[in-house]
C-alpha cells in the first residue's frame, strides 16, 4: 500500500521555469492538499481539494496553480518559478472533512529548489 | 482564524514523561484539536485527536479541559527517537468554511539520553 506518493522527490529549477508537481494517493480520499515547508517554519496550506474537479485557495496560494482532474491525483504547478518558491512541498490527503474527524496522510515531500 | 501557540522548543530526558501545551483560543464549538509528529526530511504523521477530556491511544494522551482552549499532548516515557517537532492543529477559517489544517512552527522536542 503507497499511500500517498509524490513525483518528482527532488528539482532545481532556474527562475522562470516552469514545472509540475504530482501527488497520487491509492486511498481513495476525497480531500488532498498542498502545503509548503520552508527552513524553521510550519507547513503552510497553498491550494487543497474536496473532491475530484474541485480546487480551492489556501493560505498561500500566489504563483501556484493546481488541478484535479482524477481522484487519486493532485497536481501543482508552478508557471514561472521564483527563488521565493525555493521550499519542500508536501502533498497530504483524507477521506473525510478534516475539521472533525479525518486524519491527514502526508507524502514525503518534494524538495525544489529555484537558482 | 482559530490559531495556535506553543512552545518553540523543549528539552527532556529519556525515560521522563514529556507534556507539551497548546493554547487555542478562539477554537470553534464543532472543532476537534489534532497532534502532529514530524521528523527531520519527513512529512507530518498523525499522532492523536481529541474533543473534550483525555483520548489515549498506543502513543500519547491527549488532555482537554472544558473551556477547550487549550490542550496538552503527553509523551510517557520519552525515547531518543522521540525527538521531533510536534505540531498542535485546529482547523482554519476563511468564508464560508473550514478550509484547511493551520501548522504553526510547532515544538522542537529534544530527548537527551
Known amino acids: 500500500n503507497a499511500g500517498v506518493t509524490q513525483t518528482p522527490k527532488f528539482r532545481v529549477l532556474k527562475t522562470g521555469q516552469s514545472m509540475t508537481l504530482l501527488c497520487a494517493q491509492d486511498m481513495n480520499h476525497e480531500y488532498m492538499y498542498w502545503y509548503r515547508q520552508d527552513p524553521g517554519m510550519g507547513l503552510r496550506l497553498i491550494h487543497y481539494s474536496v473532491g475530484e474537479g474541485t480546487t480551492a485557495k489556501g493560505e498561500v496560494p500566489d504563483g501556484y496553480n493546481v488541478s484535479r482532474l482524477k481522484k487519486q491525483n493532485f497536481l501543482l504547478g508552478l508557471e514561472s518559478a521564483a527563488p521565493s518558491q525555493t521550499s519542500v512541498y508536501f502533498c497530504a490527503s483524507s477521506y473525510t472533512d478534516r475539521v472533525n474527524t479525518g486524519e491527514l496522510f502526508f507524502g514525503e515531500g518534494s524538495r525544489l529548489t529555484v537558482l | 482564524l482559530a490559531k495556535t501557540t506553543q512552545p518553540i522548543s523543549m528539552d527532556s530526558y529519556e525515560g521522563q514523561e514529556v507534556n507539551i501545551t497548546c493554547s487555542h483560543n478562539?477554537?470553534?464549538?464543532?472543532?476537534?484539536i489534532t497532534w502532529y509528529q514530524q521528523f527531520p526530511s519527513q512529512g507530518p504523521r498523525f499522532i492523536i485527536q481529541?474533543?473534550?477530556t483525555k483520548v489515549t491511544n498506543e502513543v500519547a494522551s491527549l488532555f482537554i479541559p472544558a473551556d477547550r482552549k487549550s490542550s496538552t499532548l503527553s509523551l510517557p516515557r520519552v525515547s531518543l527517537s522521540d525527538t521531533a517537532v510536534y505540531y498542535c492543529?485546529?482547523?482554519?477559517?476563511?468564508?464560508?468554511?473550514?478550509?484547511?489544517?493551520?501548522f504553526g512552527k510547532g515544538t522542537h522536542l529534544i530527548i537527551q539520553p
Open positions: 478562539n477554537i470553534a464549538t464543532n472543532d476537534y
Open positions: 492543529l485546529v482547523p482554519s477559517y476563511s468564508g464560508g468554511g473550514a478550509d484547511g489544517l493551520t
Open positions: 481529541g474533543y473534550k
